[in-house]
């Protein structure tokens, strides 16, 4: 089976050599997640046919620093991501293959109004995409997912319920991409 390790660094990677129109764009997938009472969050991702393909376990320590596995449909480790927030709340996250070995990173900052910028890049520093993030009035979040280029490759949009689990719709310009939220 091919591994299912595509974080959003590599999506935002291939889709420099996508050549599809900029207004079509399909349902790549969902995610829904989860949080205990200790804080605790699950995220099971879905492909565009409803099917499981993978789980993300994050856990947040006393000093705000998260962490997060993935894990494919079966359970195998694919990873793990790391993500700690400075003084000016500014947030680096690291992701590592499930050997250890560092495959990105991204770095966000969040401006007066809440719109989130994030800058993607792979093990040698090289940018591979951008993202920004708005929220309404009701809290929901649109994410756009650029190239290194700046073309548009994808879309997500985050709602929570009552209860506060989080549903996020994902969709890019190729109908064989998927985007994970990690």
Not at 32 to 49: P, S, V
Not at 70 to 92: C, E, K, M, P, V
Not at 117 to 123: A, L, N, Q, V
Request: glycine share 10%.
């Amino acid at each position: 089976m091919k591994q299912k390790v595509k974080l959003i660094l590599a999506v935002l990677a291939l889709g420099a050599s996508v050549t599809t129109a900029a207004h079509a764009q399909y349902n790549v997938g969902t995610s829904e997640t989860t949080t205990d009472y200790f804080g605790n969050r699950t995220t099971i991702h879905r492909n565009q046919y409803g099917q499981v393909t993978g789980t993300s376990r994050s856990s947040t320590d006393y000093f705000g620093n998260t962490t997060t596995d993935h894990y494919d449909a079966y359970g195998r480790s694919l990873g793990r991501s790391t993500s700690s927030t400075d003084y000016f709340g500014n947030t680096t996250t690291t992701h590592y293959n499930n050997y250890g070995a560092t495959t990105g990173k991204a770095h966000s900052s969040t401006d007066y109004f809440g719109n989130t910028t994030t800058t993607y890049s792979d093990p040698y520093g090289r940018t591979t995409g951008s993202s920004t993030s708005s929220t309404d009035y009701f809290g929901n979040t649109t994410t756009t997912y650029r190239d290194p280029y700046g073309a548009t490759r994808g879309t997500s949009t985050s709602s929570y319920d009552y209860f506060g689990n989080r549903t996020t719709q994902q969709r890019s310009n190729n109908s064989s991409m998927s985007i994970w939220s990690w």
